[in-house]
């Protein structure tokens, strides 16, 4: 008992510690975004993500001011809550031993630790997803097809496909729990099972008008197609789960088979796992950082791994105690990694992290990509901007045109009244006969992109920017001035 009340008083120490890191760390593009559909009152959008993450960054706003800590003050309270459900799972699967280790490895994780430190469709599916697991569990113990259990997991589903549209398909998990969980069979024919489905159906359906009012902007993008590659796949999961984490974690899933874990009562966090874990292989990698939603099965992981930690009998008690010591420092050591340095660089990969891959060598390119990359030099990026836009006098005659949509919502946040900032996207109608700067990071553009030169009467490259942090470059920065836009019907 003493020991889990030292427990929740860690996970409360964790969350102050966690508020009070919350405004180090520059707004990741995802979270921008949220903001930019905020100011626009695009709340029912479903671009690169669901209205649930907007609702929230807005909360927050009007809680925590309009800075970094107030768009993300939720994140380390979702944290929580997800670090509660899987302790809850943990006691009633088990017991409150392995209830709380499974707590400390899951707050050990790498990423997790991400997620609960930036508010991204990824951190309402750690929370959602145990929450649905939980639901179900107790529903299936219940005679009354009716209970309020099924309608509580037939929310968490919609919820789900709300945060991370179209709910990552990871939905089919919950359906995959009745069909594991063999000995449960008949719930399949449950008026509950009916709720589940009819909730996912209906967010996922208003996801798919949506999609076809706006052109099927994922299925242009290819995020219908897996990511077939074996290596890029299995190294992102060792940057995010540690390598001796995942390791054991494989150990201990395949303890569970051995054991027959799936036949009894004890099945949940394996049945959850398996499916979850096939989807994020073949689908996380589309997910840009730091959203790492499709690696809640990791949660369900360390479930399994603190219970064969605890009732393993063919390894001593101090080789237990060492193992687990190394694994959870190292864990730890990885999350700062990820956060704080850029020591990732030396673990570049040509993934989704680093969202531009360069046309070098895959060997080259591994020690240049940096997956924090995205949580750095947005600020310097706009003060640059703010710089430029000054000296070409102001925001009166002047707006920002930025190449992409991640460059146009940082800058639209870091620069606030600055002056107006869109993308290629957007509708500039309204800005016929004005002057922009166009910013981009493409390295290698000797000038503006043909379509966008045509609509300036005149265009020229003004100035070219290194954004340095911790002694290296995070952004490359291009601008040019565009005199005279003339919109496309005119």
């Known amino acids: 008992m003493q020991r889990q009340r030292f427990l929740f008083a860690a996970l409360g120490l964790l969350t102050l510690w966690r508020w009070a890191l919350l405004p180090t760390l520059e707004l990741a593009p995802e979270e921008a975004l949220a903001v930019f559909r905020v100011k626009q009152g695009e709340w029912a959008g479903f671009f690169e993500m669901g209205p649930l993450v907007p609702v929230f960054a807005r909360l927050g706003m009007l809680i925590g001011g309009a800075g970094e800590f107030g768009v993300r003050l939720f994140a380390p309270?979702?944290?929580?809550?997800?670090?509660?459900?899987?302790?809850?799972?943990?006691r009633e699967l088990f017991d409150e031993q392995i209830a709380g280790w499974a707590v400390v490895?899951?707050?050990?994780?790498?990423?997790?630790?991400?997620?609960?430190?930036?508010?991204?469709?990824?951190?309402?599916?750690?929370?959602l997803v145990p929450a649905v697991a939980l639901c179900v569990r107790s529903a299936m113990r219940q005679a009354d097809p009716k209970h309020r259990a099924w309608w509580a997991a037939g929310a968490c589903v919609a919820g789900t496909a709300l945060a991370q549209p179209p709910g990552i398909a990871t939905m089919g998990a919950v359906v995959c729990v009745f069909v594991l969980c063999r000995q449960q069979r008949h719930h399949l024919r449950s008026s509950g099972v009916r709720v589940i489905l009819a909730a996912w159906s209906m967010v996922v359906l208003g996801w798919l008008i949506w999609q076809g009012g706006h052109g099927w902007p994922d299925f242009a993008a290819g995020r219908w197609l897996p990511e077939w590659r074996m290596m890029?796949?299995?190294?992102?999961?060792?940057?995010l789960a540690s390598p001796l984490m995942l390791g054991l974690m494989v150990l201990a899933v395949s303890a569970g088979f051995s054991s027959g874990m799936l036949q009894t009562q004890r099945s949940l966090p394996l049945a959850?796992?398996?499916?979850?874990?096939?989807?994020d292989f073949l689908y996380g990698p589309h997910e840009s950082w730091p959203d790492t939603g499709g690696v809640v099965w990791m949660l369900f992981g360390a479930v399994l791994l603190a219970h064969r930690s605890t009732v393993a009998r063919t390894v001593?008690?101090?080789?237990?105690?060492?193992?687990?010591?190394?694994?959870?420092?190292?864990?730890?050591?990885q999350s700062a990694f990820l956060l704080q340095t850029d020591l990732p660089r030396t673990l570049g990969l040509t993934w989704p992290f680093s969202t531009r891959p360069s046309a070098e060598t895959g060997s080259s390119h591994a020690f240049t990509a940096d997956p924090s990359k995205t949580l750095r030099g947005w600020r310097e990026s706009a003060r640059v901007v703010s710089g430029v836009l000054e000296q070409a006098g102001g925001t009166g005659a002047w707006f920002v045109l930025a190449g992409d949509w991640q460059l146009a919502v940082e800058l639209d946040f870091y620069l606030g009244e600055a002056g107006a900032v869109k993308s290629p996207a957007s509708d500039l109608r309204a800005y016929a006969g004005r002057n922009a700067l166009f910013v981009t990071e493409e390295r290698d553009a000797s000038g503006m992109p043909e379509v966008l030169k045509n609509r300036f009467q005149r265009t020229e490259l003004l100035t070219v920017a290194r954004v340095m942090h911790a002694g290296n470059e995070v952004r490359w920065l291009k601008i040019f001035s565009c005199h005279d836009y003339r919109p496309p019907d005119s």
Do not use: H, Y
């Open 316 to 333: 001593v008690i101090e080789q237990k105690v060492s193992v687990r010591t190394v694994t959870l420092v190292l864990a730890a050591l």
């Open 272 to 279: 959850m796992l398996l499916p979850l874990a096939g989807i």
């Open 77 to 90: 309270l979702l944290a929580l809550g997800a670090s509660l459900l899987v302790w809850r799972l943990g």
């Open 232 to 239: 890029p796949n299995l190294l992102r999961w060792i940057v």
């Open 105 to 127: 490895i899951v707050n050990v994780l790498p990423a997790f630790n991400v997620a609960a430190m930036t508010l991204t469709p990824g951190l309402f599916v750690c929370v």
